[in-house]
């Protein structure tokens, strides 16, 4: 039995600052959010961001990743546009944003925490994602989770200049079950 090195726990405004400074340049800010926020990210932008988390029932949960040895904040996830009715969800503002805790097998830990409330406690049966092409870590723990690829949304934003694809991802419950 793999005993979880974390554990996912209601993101607050008193994590506010710890994620903005996870944050150092409009890039990361892209990659990590997509269009979600405004560099820099401000107190008021992450209210607003919040503010679904607040519907009952809630249409996205946010939560910060803490490491359970030191009780040390080392990430963030979302379950968001959530749909009760259709059954699923998406995983987003997925982020490792301790550098030091990355490439260490916490992202997989953090997508299979939100997979569990997703599929055990929310009863979904689908839940999806994008990340962008280029980052391969990410897809690479993405499919370890158990996500397959659907597809490709091409040229899906602008980073620095150059356009970069997106690719959808989605994994199922009972495809989930096996992993």
Request: hydrophobic residues 40%; charged residues 25%; proline residues 4%.
């Amino acid at each position: 039995m793999h005993i979880l090195k974390i554990e996912l726990r209601p993101f607050q405004r008193i994590d506010y600052q710890q994620l903005i400074d996870w944050i150092p340049d409009e890039a990361f800010m892209i990659q990590w959010a997509g269009a979600t926020f405004e560099y820099p990210v401000t107190f008021s932008q992450l209210d607003k961001y919040l503010f679904p988390t607040y519907n009952d029932p809630p249409n996205r949960f946010a939560y910060k990743v803490v490491r359970r040895k030191n009780n040390t904040t080392v990430g963030h996830i979302d379950i968001d546009s959530v749909s009760y009715s259709m059954r699923k969800a998406t995983l987003c503002r997925i982020l490792v944003g301790d550098p030091d805790m990355r490439g260490k097998g916490i992202g997989e830990e953090i997508v299979q925490s939100a997979l569990k409330i997703c599929f055990q406690q929310l009863n979904l049966h689908r839940v999806d994602l994008r990340v962008f092409a280029f980052n391969i870590s990410a897809i690479r723990c993405y499919k370890k989770a158990g996500f397959q690829i659907e597809g490709t949304f091409r040229d899906f934003v602008q980073i620095n200049g150059r356009y970069e694809d997106c690719l959808q991802m989605s994994i199922l419950e009972d495809e989930w079950n096996l992993s």
